[in-house]
């Protein structure tokens, strides 16, 4: 009897339960001396691994006082008469369930998952099936900002189960309660989103919760297929992965689809550049090289001189042949690993306990470099839910956090040329205390006017910079990965000067004021640099500020349009809307046209030139490797490692930006170390026939509705009329 | 084309042409023993000289097929083409010495006198038409994407319907609904905030019916087919009078709401009517196109056979 109760037991007590006469420890529950003994109580709240608390008093029983007791937190007392099921038990158990499902939204989703919630169970089996209570008028919220786990706080019994599984069995100290009376529920943090708050997606309260107020996150195709040399992962194999310790093994389990244990060979491609994915690899053993082949140049087009039949023609071209203006100047190429490519020679290294692949994973950007196997290699592909789960895993962030923040403070700090006077054991104190922070899709990281508090680096995703202006808001930018912000404020404006939002899956390395001071206390270059740099941007800010103060935002946007070279405009009032400038077009830059005859208008002209200056240039969220951004005269610039993914073509709504494909020279997939012709793509936009002496679509358009014009003199005139 | 000072060269030159040409067969016709004639020398010269101001204006059509070549700017072709079309038909009335003559001849001079007549309403179709555009489409699209662009406006319509109304489409529909390579490009598709987006307006359902019941018996059906005559939202005026009284009938936190609703039918009526203006700025060419080459045809015949016989 003694094994019932394990091996410390102490003094022993006599009682009867049902009638049955029963020896128990003096510490033991009524419950968990029934249960000892073979005799069932329902519970709710309840469960063995976690302290009880009786908070749902499903477990009731009669204990010989005036009231029922909770026999799940009730002590066992000498001769003590317990009764489980004697009418009046069942009467209280019956009308409090039939409460309790008043309240749920019947049938929950774990009923829907796998018809086995724990309350719509009991209740079945107590008989109950009309409900005669009335239900909630009000609603309670759901939570979807987890990946891995739902939250529908209507089917919430407050149970607390998942509150001590957390705090209790995982000590996260992440859940807790919030509320009062009918508005009493569980929250993360302080409150917060689940997904935004300090889970870390360790499964465990999913696994306490009876009902479907927690429920495993069933996406869309969670379910991996298993590709050749691939075996599914196994829970048990996972757990012994540190980068899963800590883990609930039933919420690997339950997300078992989700991951694959994958063996290649040397030479094997992991995954291409360009293409489209939704998996992310963490390389258990074996080596890799993760590389760019597309050639790095951009397109130029020539020809077209002289003669009647003055095709022309566009090629590939590289910065050293073709610096155009305002082309960066970094050194390296930023892809979707733990490393960063170098410009001269884009090639690297990813060994075991590496990650690549998560914004493919996270946002489904298209893969942002070519990954080969060099060794034999055993990876673990894994889809988002399975990714978040690692991502937030403590033991993962120690080992990795570390790599990540050096990498990132090495490629994207002493990279930076302004940056490069940083000396080793600087970048190894600002390891010690810079810290990595993690954010969901729009939420925000500093707002305009705020104080200065941090300086960022950019890990991972993309961060949208906007201004207010009195007539609305203006994105500055979309910073990705390596780029810096923060240092306006830091540096003397005190305040912030733009608003920062997370657009997608953010990580970012976060540099305290303090640690940012001693910096440019201790490199005057890279104060002087910085500060450069500030001034330039604030003296930006204040023209945008002045010029705004006379016209609306959308005038002002047309004066960014004035910085541009020349424009084309289509005067509406001549346009027969015949499209033949559009043909023209395509004839002149073979076959793909750049001009479309939408944008953005002023008085009566559209100005169709290659970038129409948006207010928010969606073309360059979610390039994955940065190689699209914008100049300061607000245009579009493609710089030369573009991959050709296509994404910005997408993603520009008014199609100005194109693919052009070209021949070159690749390694054949198939033959490793053979070269082979193939077409790979680079993005391009209108380039205004500058060849020709006048614009294939104004040359060809009948009706004098197309010209090209000097934008200065064309918004002066244009705007000194209007306003 | 857009008729003003820049054709004021070729307004005098055909004046000038014009005048010449009156003056000759004037005194040609008066002093012609039997009248003027096509076959005489005179009349030959106006044949010819009509022909080929008629050659000129069909080469538009070839011009404009190869846009890139530097054969001068299609502008100076179209400009051109009005004129010197314009003129073909005095020349060559002067050449018939206005006379029908037989079958060939008079067919011909009718496919002449519909194309250049076509043609005229043609160029003060394109004179007026843009500008009617530009002023009253101001939301106007490219003509081919109209379609898209509707759906799109459904979807939208729908969205906010749902938001407001709770329910509306199921998950799977939803998903169908992102075009092929939305969901994967997720940098844009997945990520661009819809209108008013979760937006909770803490309204009852009988608060929202009006709403609901409007949009599924009146606006769906104009905006599955918004070129249908029997529905009062097709019309500016009908349709301002729906909506205020749809305002009267839902609470002032639904008004949002009926404010975007309105705002798409705005659209929708906008697109129907450049769809019929884009179409009557371009099917008069469906006569005057095919007509011309006719004519050019039947006046090589025309010739071929006078000069022989
Ligand atoms: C007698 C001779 C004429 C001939 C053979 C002729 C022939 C043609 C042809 C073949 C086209 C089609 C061009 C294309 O492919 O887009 C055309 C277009 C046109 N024609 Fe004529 N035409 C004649 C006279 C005229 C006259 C007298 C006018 C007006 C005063 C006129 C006005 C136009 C206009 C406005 C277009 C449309 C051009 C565009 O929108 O791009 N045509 N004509
Ligand atoms: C190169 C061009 C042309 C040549 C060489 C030419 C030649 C002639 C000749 C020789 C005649 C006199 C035949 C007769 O009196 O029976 C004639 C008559 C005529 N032609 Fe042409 N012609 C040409 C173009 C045209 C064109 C383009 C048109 C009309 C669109 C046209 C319409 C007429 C008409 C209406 C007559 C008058 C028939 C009559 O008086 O009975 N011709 N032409
Ligand atoms: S060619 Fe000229 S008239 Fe035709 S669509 Fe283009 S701008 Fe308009
Ligand atoms: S510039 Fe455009 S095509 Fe090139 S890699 Fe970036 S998103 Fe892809
Ligand atoms: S954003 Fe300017 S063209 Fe795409």
């Not at chain 1, 990876?379 to 956090?401: H, P, Q, T, W």
């Not at chain 1, 023209?543 to 405009?569: N, P």
Request: hydrophobic residues 40%; charged residues 20%.
């Amino acid at each position: 009897m003694s094994t019932l109760f394990g091996t410390f037991l102490g003094p022993m007590v006599q009682l009867t339960i049902d009638g049955k006469e029963v020896a128990a420890p003096a510490s033991a529950t009524i419950f968990d001396a029934a249960r000892a003994h073979g005799i069932p109580i329902p519970t709710l709240c309840h469960m063995q691994n976690e302290t009880p608390v009786g908070v749902c008093r499903l477990c009731v029983v009669e204990a010989g006082g005036r009231v029922l007791t909770a026999s799940c937190v009730r002590q066992v007392e000498n001769g003590m008469k317990v009764v489980t099921n004697s009418d009046r038990v069942l009467a209280a158990r019956r009308t409090l369930l039939e409460i309790l499902m008043s309240d749920h939204p019947s049938p929950c989703a774990r009923e829907r998952q796998s018809g086995d919630c724990e309350l719509e169970m009991q209740a079945r089996n107590h008989g109950i099936t009309e409900i005669r209570y009335p239900k909630r008028y009000f609603t309670r919220p759901k939570d979807d900002s987890s990946l891995a786990i739902a939250v529908d706080h209507e089917a919430c019994i407050l149970c607390d189960r998942c509150i001590r599984g957390c705090n209790e069995i995982r000590q996260n100290l992440v859940l807790g309660r919030m509320g009062k009376g009918a508005g009493a529920g569980v929250a993360f943090d302080l409150n917060t989103p689940m997904g935004e708050s300090s889970c870390i997606s360790c499964g465990e309260c999913m696994v306490s919760c009876p009902t479907g107020a927690l429920t495993n996150k069933r996406i869309a195709g969670t379910e991996l297929p298993i590709p050749a040399g691939a075996v599914p992962a196994e829970p048990e194999d996972l757990l012994e992965l540190p980068v899963f310790k800590g883990v609930s093994g039933t919420f690997l389990e339950m997300n078992k689809g989700a991951i694959v244990k994958r063996s290649f060979h040397p030479g094997d491609v992991i995954c291409r550049e360009g293409d489209f994915g939704s998996t992310a690899f963490y390389i258990a053993e074996g080596k890799a090289a993760v590389s760019i082949s597309t050639p790095m140049a951009h397109v130029k087009t020539h020809g077209g001189a002289g003669g009647w039949f003055s095709r022309l023609t566009s090629s590939l071209i590289g910065r050293d042949s073709d610096a155009r203006e305002e082309e960066t100047s970094q050194g390296y190429i930023p892809i979707d690993a733990s490393v960063d490519l170098a410009y001269s020679n884009p090639v690297a290294e990813l060994g075991p306990g590496d990650l690549f692949g998560e914004m493919t994973c996270m946002s489904f950007y298209p893969r942002s470099a070519t990954v080969k196997a060099l060794t034999d290699c055993t990876m673990y592909e894994m889809l988002r839910n399975v990714l978040d789960i690692l991502l937030k895993n403590k033991s993962f962030r120690a080992r990795l956090g570390k790599e990540y923040k050096r990498r990132a403070l090495e490629t994207h700090l002493r990279g930076v040329p302004m940056f490069s006077e940083l000396s080793p054991d600087f970048v190894e104190r600002l390891m010690d205390n810079v810290k990595l922070i993690r954010l969901s899709p729009g939420q925000v990281i500093c707002k305009q006017g705020e104080p200065a508090d941090s300086f960022y680096l950019v890990r991972i995703g993309f961060v949208k910079v906007t201004e207010t202006y009195p007539g609305g808001e203006l994105v500055i930018a979309y910073l990705s990965r390596g780029d810096s912000f923060g240092e306006i404020g830091l540096l003397g404006a005190g305040a912030r000067t733009a608003t920062c939002t997370a657009l997608d899956h953010v990580e970012l390395v976060k540099i305290s004021a303090d640690d940012f001071n001693a910096m440019v206390d201790q490199f005057p270059g890279v104060r002087r640099g910085l500060q450069a740099l500030a001034d330039e941007r604030q003296r930006q800010n204040a023209e945008r500020m002045a010029a705004l103060g006379t016209i609306s935002l959308d005038s002002f946007l047309g004066q960014g349009l004035m910085e541009a070279q020349s424009l084309l405009v289509l005067d509406l009032a001549r346009c027969t809307r015949c499209d033949a400038c559009v043909r023209a077009c395509a004839d002149a830059h073979d076959g793909i046209t750049r001009l479309v005859r939408e944008g953005q208008r002023f008085d009566r002209y559209l100005v169709a030139t290659s970038c129409r200056h948006c207010k928010d240039p969606l073309c360059m969220v979610g390039c994955p490797v940065g190689s699209i951004r914008r100049r300061n005269s607000l245009e579009v610039i493609i710089e030369d490692w573009c991959i050709g993914c296509g994404l910005c073509a997408r993603n520009c709504p008014y199609g100005n930006i194109n693919l052009h494909p070209f021949q070159v020279m690749a390694d054949d997939p198939d033959n490793p170390g053979r070269r082979i012709a193939m077409v790979k793509q680079k993005a391009t936009s209108c380039d205004l026939c500058t060849e020709h002496a006048e614009p294939s679509c104004v040359y060809a358009c009948p009706h004098d509705a197309a010209h090209r014009v000097d934008p200065r003199k064309f918004f002066s005139e244009l705007l000194g009329t209007k306003v | 084309m857009r008729i003003d000072e820049t054709h004021r060269v070729w307004l005098v030159a055909s004046i000038v042409i014009l005048g010449a040409a009156t003056a000759v067969y004037v005194i040609y016709a008066l002093a012609a023993p039997h009248g003027p004639s096509g076959g005489s020398p005179i009349g030959l010269v106006f044949g010819f000289t009509g022909f080929g101001f008629m050659i000129y204006a069909g080469l538009l059509g070839a011009r404009k097929k190869v846009p890139i070549m530097r054969l001068g700017r299609a502008q100076g072709w179209m400009r051109g083409h009005l004129w010197l079309g314009l003129l073909a038909l005095p020349l060559i009335l002067f050449h018939g010495g206005f006379h029908f003559g037989g079958l060939l001849t008079s067919i011909l001079l009718w496919l002449l006198i519909i194309t250049v007549l076509s043609g005229v309403f043609g160029a003060i179709l394109q004179h007026y038409l843009p500008t009617v555009i530009l002023e009253r489409v101001p939301m106007e699209t490219i003509y081919d994407e109209i379609d898209r662009v509707r759906d799109q406006l459904r979807v939208e319509a729908e969205g906010f319907v749902a938001d407001l109304c709770g329910g509306g489409v199921p998950e799977a529909e939803a998903m169908a609904l992102v075009p092929e390579g939305g969901i994967r490009a997720g940098g844009f598709t997945a990520m661009r905030p819809r209108g008013g987006g979760g937006v909770q307006y803490g309204l009852t359902e009988a608060e929202v019916e009006p709403v609901r019941s409007f949009f599924q018996t009146e606006m769906l059906p104009f905006l599955l087919e918004p070129s249908a005559k029997s529905s009062r939202l097709g019309d500016d005026t009908r349709a301002v009078a729906a909506f205020t009284k749809l305002r009267m009938l839902a609470p002032a936190a639904a008004h949002p709401v009926i404010a975007n609703l309105e705002n798409l039918c705005e659209e929708e009526r906008q697109l129907t009517r450049q769809a019929r203006l884009h179409k009557m700025l371009h099917t008069w060419l469906l006569v005057h196109i095919p007509l011309s080459l006719a004519l050019l045809l039947l006046s090589v015949f025309h010739a071929v056979i006078a000069l022989r016989y």
